[in-house]
């Protein structure tokens, strides 16, 4: 044989069959390659390609010049497989019951051959319903919704999605507000709503008789008065409450409005927890009043306990009053103005609604 061109002969031809190889048969290609171009030494063409040398041997064995298919992965099925014993018949059959109780199974069915004297086991009827699913004999019924379908909601005028991007760092950024169904008499039915920052754990609650926009409205003021940091953003759920006039009122003041994607309430987690904690520690262990703005006087006092008195292990057992007044200190830089902030940094307007109740009926008195 003469090299004049200093290629292979037929060098088109292998690689064109090289080619036609797939990605892992062009893989063996170049072991052999390797081994046959390195003095067929099997151990370094192994460690060369990260492969054990029963594997190589494999392959080699298996291994063609002339017909570089022999390199390509072999079907895995067996040469003799298993023929079907049920008889047409018998599949007709199972394809009658199918089709006559689209909803029943291979459990089913084999009872329903049973009574019939052809007794058959389960696997037997899910093979030869499989088998007429393949051959396209047996199709699946096509569904009728008779339940009443979903109220497709009106599409939301300002309120939205809460961005992923945006994640509160401080308080105000984000305050979940939810409602609380309360049934303290058998035919006495009030709802509660409730408010949380999801940074400080500073918590706003308020009674009312029903869950309307007009209420939500009403302790959306509440909320902002009893609030000592600006509100700059709030997550509701899809209720009907949190619609219509109070969307407006948020607009109005410009509050963002993020509302939760439908049947999502663990995105709205932290106020979850706040009704709970809410139900425990107040209403389970104290004697609450009927009346909605008694029991509210009564909610405030425990509203002022919560943010005021009670340690949050989220906050390092610090209260939410705490922690306010640590973030204000932190935020704002000492100077002669904020000398009234250093002497009382909890902010004027929360702490007259906190202190004056309980200073006039003297249930707690105030450090200075």
């Not at 009728?144 to 939205?160: D, E, F, K, L, M």
Request: hydrophobic share 35%; with cysteine; aromatic share 10%.
């Amino acid at each position: 044989m003469q090299i004049r061109s200093g290629k292979l002969p037929q060098a088109r031809q292998l690689a064109r069959l090289g080619q036609e190889l797939g990605r892992a048969g062009q893989l063996r290609l170049q072991w052999m390659t390797h081994y046959l171009t390195q003095g067929r030494n099997a151990a370094f063409t192994c460690r060369h390609f990260g492969i054990s040398r029963q594997t190589f041997y494999r392959w080699w064995r298996r291994y063609d010049p002339h017909d570089l298919s022999t390199l390509e992965a072999r079907s895995h099925r067996p040469h003799h497989r298993r023929q079907p014993t049920w008889s047409i018949a018998l599949a007709d059959r199972v394809l009658r019951l199918r089709g006559q109780f689209p909803r029943w199974g291979k459990d089913k069915l084999v009872v329903l051959l049973g009574r019939e004297g052809r007794h058959l086991s389960t696997s037997m009827v899910g093979r030869i319903l499989a088998h007429l699913k393949r051959r396209g004999l047996l199709v699946e019924p096509l569904t009728q919704r008779v339940t009443a379908s979903r109220r497709r909601r009106a599409p939301r005028p300002y309120a939205v999605r809460k961005p992923k991007e945006y994640q509160p760092s401080q308080p105000g950024d984000l305050v979940e507000v939810d409602t609380l169904e309360l049934r303290l008499l058998p035919n006495l039915v009030l709802k509660q709503f409730t408010a949380r920052d999801v940074v400080s754990r500073w918590d706003v609650c308020e009674v009312h008789s029903r869950a309307t926009a007009t209420a939500a409205t009403l302790f959306l003021d509440t909320l902002l008065a009893r609030t000592p940091f600006p509100i700059r953003a709030l997550q509701v759920d899809g209720g009907s409450e949190f619609e219509a006039l109070f969307e407006e009122a948020c607009q109005q003041r410009g509050l963002r409005l993020f509302v939760l994607p439908p049947r999502s309430p663990k995105l709205n987690g932290a106020v979850e927890r706040a009704q709970r904690t809410h139900t425990e520690e107040f209403y389970e262990v104290t004697p609450c009043s009927y009346q909605i703005a008694a029991l509210n006087q009564e909610l405030q006092n425990w509203e002022r306990i919560y943010n005021t008195i009670r340690p949050h292990q989220a906050l390092d057992y610090r209260t939410p009053q705490e922690f306010v007044t640590q973030w204000q200190a932190e935020r704002k830089p000492k100077s002669v103005t904020n000398l009234l902030d250093e002497y009382n940094p909890f902010p004027l307007q929360a702490f007259l609604v906190y202190n004056l109740p309980a200073l006039n009926s003297q249930q707690w008195s105030v450090r200075c």
